[in-house]
Each structure stands twice: as C-alpha cells, then as structure tokens.
C-alpha cells in the first residue's frame, strides 16, 4: 500500500506521528469507451464553451455558478488563504460511545500507521480506546477539506472513518410516515418469530459478488475465445395472492426449512396450515396420486391376466386325460377282436 497523507495525531499533549491509507477498494471491472469499429479508445478534449479553444490543466480554474450566468472564478491562491487549521492534524475532540455515531455518517476508512518513534504513543493511544470502549471523534482536513472523523480499532489497528456533516444527510419526507397504520400484535409477534429464525453470525466472507463474476468470465470467454453458457433459469410459479399473517408464517416454515428444522406438527404447536402450505400439501398429494395410478394399473393388468390363465390351466387339464383315454380303448378293442375268430 502506498501512503496518501501524511500528519500527526493530535491527542491532548501528544503528537503521534502517522501515515495514512485507503482500508478500502473497489473491485468493480471498469470499461473504457471505445470505437465499435475498431476498437480505438474515445478521447475528450477539454474545450472553452465561449472561444472553442483547447485549454491545457493550467489553465483551469474553479468557478461558482451564481445564477443568471454570472460565474465567481476561484484561484489556488483563494483556497490558500482558507484557515484550514487541521491541515496536518488529527485533532481529537471527545470520546464517546461507539454506538451513538449513527452508521449512515459513515464515508470513507483509513488505516493509520505509526511514524518513526511515535508506536509507543500510538500502541497506549489503541489499548486506551479498546480499555474505554470508545470512538475517538476527531476533525481533519483531507483534500483541502476539513472533515468531521471517528478512530476506532480494528485488527490491532487505528482505523479513521471519515463522516459526512449532519446537514450533509437528507431528511426522508414520504407521505406514509404521516399515515396513521397499526400493526396487530399477533402479525408482530410472527414478525419477529420469523427475525429469530433468521438470526445468525454475520460473516461477511460468506457473501461474493455474483454479478461481478459472471461479468469476468464474460470477459475471460472473450479472450479465450470460447462461448460462455449460461444455464437456463427455472421460471418460478407465480405466488398465490395471501394476506400478511400467512406469508408470515409461510416464511417462518420457509426458514426453518433451509436450517435443517422440522416444523411442528399435531397439537405441537404447529398452528393451523397457511394458503402455501395448503396448497404445497395438495400439489404434493397430487404428484403422489399421479405417481401410484399407474402402478395400481399395472397390477390389475397383471391380475386380470392371472385370473385369465386360471381356465385355461384347468381346461388344459380336463382335455389331458381324455386324449391319454383313446388308445387305452383301442389297446382293448385289438385284444378282444382275436378271441371272437378264434
């Protein structure tokens, strides 16, 4: 990593002497524009909208739109003379709990390093935050900006988050905070059964980027030059219309489910069945039925024909006695014809 600013903790009577750098980056893919014929990259001029001139980075300055077309041009040697006091400090000015800094204030992180010989006071300054159980809330100016900031520890280190001001944070004004909705407190109650069935450790490495890896192996197809295959998504059935209470405890089944828990049943407290658990209950019976029609078929098929070979067995066995019949009769009759001649 490569320091982007360095300055000094300023903390009561003690300079800590710091580097700072980015704790985050980006991993989204980036694209330039180019010319779909071939390829060539799109350049952009910067050009005066009054001569239609190209103007170098020198020759640029702020400017402030003050409306009607009027513009208030600033130079550095304005921004020079602004009274940036914390230019190259962290000055702390108090200590407070970390969970009264509301999260939405939160901008940018960075990591702080000790200086030279400043790790000592830099160590007691991190083992005091820890001991406290506290966030430091400090001012620096980045950028030639001054910012409102938090220290606090992580991984055995400083961590300065940058805050947005508090007029810097829109107030939310929609027309249903003003409406007078009750919530019952049996859908309440579901509510939160259904929070406590999804309750788990965070554990942010167990979440990845979809989108962004099938968008690098797009590219990656691209450059190999074979064909990337998506696989066919299974359309799901539209959901039948239900009230509030039984997407509830739907859900809570649902959830149970994918962790492994058998829901409750009979008087076990498994509560009456809801619309979707109805109607998965008559899809399964059905599939079921489907299944075992066939088979029971099959065994009438084979019981028919059963029945069908029974007379035959027995007629097969009438008609074998008397054909075995015939020759013992002509047996006798040869033997008796000699006795009359003679």
């Known amino acids: 990593m490569r320091a982007i600013w360095k300055g000094a903790v300023s903390f009561g009577l003690v300079s800590i002497g710091v580097k700072l750098y980015s704790a985050t980056e980006e991993k989204d893919i980036r694209f330039h524009q180019v010319h779909r014929e071939d390829g060539g990259r799109i350049r952009y001029k910067r050009t005066c909208s009054v001569c ?3 103007v170098t980075y020198d020759d640029i300055a702020k400017g402030y739109d003050i409306g009607g077309g009027e513009m208030v041009i600033l130079t550095d040697e304005d921004f020079a003379d602004l009274p940036l006091t914390s230019s190259r400090a962290i000055d702390v000015l108090e200590f407070v709990p970390a969970e009264q800094v509301d999260p939405i204030l939160y901008n940018k992180a960075y990591f702080l390093e000790p200086e030279g010989t400043a790790t000592k006071p830099y160590v007691l300054l991190r083992d005091a935050l820890i001991d406290s159980e506290r966030v430091a809330i400090v001012k620096v100016a980045l950028r030639q900006r001054e910012q409102l900031a938090t220290l606090r520890v ?3 280190v400083l961590l300065l988050n940058t805050m947005l001001w508090p007029d810097e944070i829109r107030t939310p004004g929609f027309g249903f905070l003003d409406e007078d909705l009750k919530v019952r407190p049996p859908e309440l109650a579901m509510a939160s059964s259904l929070i406590d069935s999804m309750t788990g450790e965070f554990e942010p490495d167990v979440f990845t980027d979809d989108y962004r890896a099938a968008l690098q192996e797009v590219i990656d197809a691209k450059v190999e030059g074979r064909e990337v295959v998506q696989p066919e998504e299974a359309e799901e059935a539209p ?4 009230d509030l209470m ?4 739907a859900s809570v089944e649902r ?3 994918a962790r492994g828990e058998q829901p409750a049943r009979g008087g076990g407290g498994g509560g009456e069945p ?3 658990s109805s109607a998965r209950s008559a899809q399964k019976a059905a599939e079921k039925k489907a299944a075992k029609a066939p ?5 009438a098929k084979k019981t028919a024909e059963k029945k069908s070979a029974e007379p035959a067995k027995k007629t097969a066995a009438k008609k074998t006695p008397a054909k075995k ?6 047996t006798a009759a040869r033997k008796t014809a000699p006795r009359k001649s003679a």
Not at 239 to 242: D, F, I, L
Not at 325 to 330: D, G, L, V, W
């Open 239 to 242: 959901a039948a219309a239900v």
């Open 52 to 54: 239609g001139e190209e």
């Open 255 to 257: 959830a149970k489910a």
């Open 246 to 249: 039984a997407a509830l405890k």
């Open 325 to 330: 019949a015939e020759p013992a009769k002509k």
């Open 295 to 299: 088979a029971k078929k099959t065994a």
């Open 154 to 156: 992580r991984e055995g």
């Open 274 to 276: 809801t619309p979707i």
